[in-house]
């Protein structure tokens, strides 16, 4: 697995699930609401230069930072689209979405475009938090800003709504306390800064589904 999977703070249910799936050269993806092109950029190492990943966000600045990001994969094509409207020029292995289906108005709308642009037998692989499950200093978090901060406890269900075999589906979280890459990163995440206190972040519920 490529580095920038493994230096990941959720890395794990990630590497497991590509893992899982076998995606290998050749493969076409899209990542969906890819942010900074992280993913996109760690799938385009595993397909090499025969695959593709479609790199969607609705945020045109999204497009700039995968585009650097992935200036030296040219197999990487970064898109301004909403995943409500997903349409890619073909259909794709698989479709995988990270803290996405959280922040958009309908989850399933999203989810129902996501399993329309795969190839039947192909993929898709959700993960989302349940944000009120994490803990700082023994208290809950909560992100109020995002308009489904708890989609994750939903997921094998919206997944399984959408019409898609559901073959694993697990949540996992990483912990820490006292410096180090959990706290560093709900720092990022929050600009909460948690010294010594204990950290649980949000577990991130992972479904894998198959295209009929
Ligand atoms: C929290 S970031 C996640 C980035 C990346 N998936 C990751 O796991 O690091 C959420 C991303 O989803 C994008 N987004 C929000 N609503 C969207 C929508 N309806 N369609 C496509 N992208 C959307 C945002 O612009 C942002 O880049």
Not at 37 to 43: E, I, K, M, Q
């Amino acid at each position: 697995m490529p580095n920038a999977l493994r230096d990941d703070v959720y890395r794990r249910p990630l590497v497991t699930a590509l893992e899982r799936l076998g995606v290998g050269p050749g493969w076409r993806c899209v990542d969906v609401g890819a942010g900074g092109g992280d993913v996109s950029v760690a799938l385009a190492e595993i397909v090499g230069v025969s695959g593709r990943v479609y790199a969607v966000d609705s945020d045109p600045r999204s497009r700039d930072e995968t585009a650097a990001a992935a200036a030296a994969h040219s197999q990487v094509l970064a898109i301004t689209q909403a995943g409500e409207d997903l349409l890619l020029p073909e259909l794709v292995n698989l479709a995988f979405c990270r803290f996405l289906l959280m922040h958009v108005v309908e989850p399933s709308v999203v989810l129902g475009r996501m399993r329309r642009a795969v190839k039947p037998g192909g993929f898709l692989v959700a993960q989302e938090p349940i944000t009120s499950a994490g803990r700082v200093g023994g208290k809950a978090m909560s992100m109020p800003d995002a308009p489904h901060p708890d989609v994750g406890a939903l997921l094998p269900a919206l997944a399984r709504e959408t019409g898609l075999e559901i073959l694993d589906a697990w949540a996992e979280a990483p912990a820490g306390a006292g410096p180090g890459p959990v706290s560093e990163y709900l720092r990022s995440l929050t600009g909460v800064d948690p010294g010594d206190d204990p950290v649980v972040l949000p577990p991130l519920v992972t479904v894998i589904g198959r295209a009929g």
